[in-house]
């Protein structure tokens, strides 16, 4: 009887890849860039702010060959911009990281149609049809791989960020299904769930948001070199920092004792919001 060995396979290579970062302008969008640019990637560098990647592009162009398009990632036609533009200088993609995003902060009863549709248009509809429109091309990529910033909300919901918890349930959900359907393509899919970050995510908020009170979270720095490794080591799913994983792992085993603590944290919103 033959005994096959375990083999690792190998690790996949950044240098000379053909990477996108959405979200680049700021946070870890752009940690992630100058992680992947020091390691020898090509980026194409996507955000809604010109004049913010265009610095950030200037920065990295002295290690990297870096490009931009500014656009709003939730338009049709600006997602048709980025698939022409990959195919007419690139012909082919290795990297597609889906990082853009946009939180909400308040009361499910009270939160504007506004509100709900744009955490759900960017969080969740914007990197699967940004995905669906490359995936020509990331087939004719090297390695190529679809990676996907969600959150450890999208695993348990907490009071005040019901769409946004919404949203990354629904991107993990599709990832979880689409990492089924492109299994033989040749096409890995990943997913990358960090809890609070220490970034300007909270100054951004959907409109029709309340202001939270933050608190200290991980460095976008060490979130984009955890994402790298994950990228490098072929993992298909990872949820970052301890205090993440625990909550993952009480909302799996003791569900009761989360629905306490979130009735706890709700009252608590409530009492502090309070006009």
């Given amino acids: ?130 995905a669906q429109r490359l995936l020509p091309w990331l087939k004719q990529g090297r390695d190529p791989l679809i990676a996907n910033i969600g959150s450890v909300l999208g695993y348990c919901a907490v009071p005040w960020k019901a769409e946004y918890c919404a949203a990354k349930a629904a991107l993990r959900m599709a990832v979880d299904a689409w990492r089924a359907e492109l299994a033989g393509s040749g096409v890995d899919v990943l997913l990358v769930s960090p809890s609070t970050v220490e970034t300007s995510f909270f100054d951004h908020l959907a409109a029709g948001s309340h202001p939270p009170h933050k608190r200290r979270g991980a460095s976008p720095q060490w979130i984009a070199l955890q994402t790298l490794k994950a990228i490098e080591h072929r993992r298909s799913e990872v949820v970052l920092t301890w205090e993440a994983r625990a909550l993952v792992w009480v909302s799996r085993f003791f569900p009761a004792l989360l629905r306490w603590a979130n009735a706890v944290y709700a009252r608590r919103c409530n009492r502090l919001h309070q006009p």
């Fill in 1 to 130: 009887m033959r005994v096959r060995r375990w083999v690792r396979p190998r690790r996949r290579q950044i240098a000379g890849g053909r990477w996108i970062v959405t979200g680049a302008s700021r946070g870890i969008g752009q940690a992630l860039a100058e992680c992947a640019a020091g390691r020898g990637a090509r980026l194409l560098l996507v955000a809604r702010s010109a004049d913010r990647l265009e610095r950030l592009a200037q920065q990295l162009a002295a290690t990297a060959e870096v490009h931009y398009l500014a656009g709003d990632l939730t338009e049709p036609q600006f997602r048709q911009q980025i698939g022409d533009w990959v195919g007419k200088n690139w012909a082919g993609c290795d990297v597609l990281i889906n990082n853009a995003g946009v939180g909400s902060y308040g009361p499910l009863a009270e939160a504007p149609e506004s509100r709900l549709r744009a955490v759900m248009e960017l969080d969740f509809f914007a990197p699967i049809l940004l």
